[in-house]
């Protein structure tokens, strides 16, 4: 089964940009479509991306849709959601995740069987 670490949270100013990487072991990485989720304190984990496997086609949540894009490179077993023009209310701890194998995008956490263990995403006014 894929093992899912991700990286690259911290601290930023409103406007400003952070990519996040999550990298992925253990399984055959273009098996899997790869999403983004986030939970602010106190707020149920919530949608922001997703990628699918093959084709690549992704989705977006209309909160960050213009702002934020998520990519993959199947040669490094990574993927990274670019998030810009960050906003205060962008701030939560940001999660990957990965379908089970051979399944297409979704929006629904539920539908997500293996997370990553979240990296944190302050944004500052």
């Known amino acids: 089964q894929v093992q899912l670490v991700e990286s690259g949270g911290g601290l930023v100013q409103a406007g400003g940009s952070l990519r996040l990487s999550c990298a992925a072991s253990g399984a055959t990485f273009t098996w899997y479509t790869m999403g983004w989720f986030r939970q602010a304190p106190g707020k149920e984990r919530e949608f922001v991306a997703t990628?699918?496997?093959?084709?690549?086609?992704?989705d977006y949540a209309d909160s960050v849709k213009g702002r934020f894009t998520i990519s993959r490179d199947n040669a490094k077993n990574t993927a990274y959601l670019q998030m810009n023009s960050l906003k205060p209310k962008d701030t939560a701890v940001y999660y990957c995740a990965a379908r089970r194998p051979l399944l297409y995008a979704s929006r629904l956490k539920y539908e997500y069987h293996y997370w990553g263990q979240g990296t944190q995403v302050t944004v500052s006014s």
């Open positions: 990628i699918s496997r093959g084709d690549g086609s992704t």
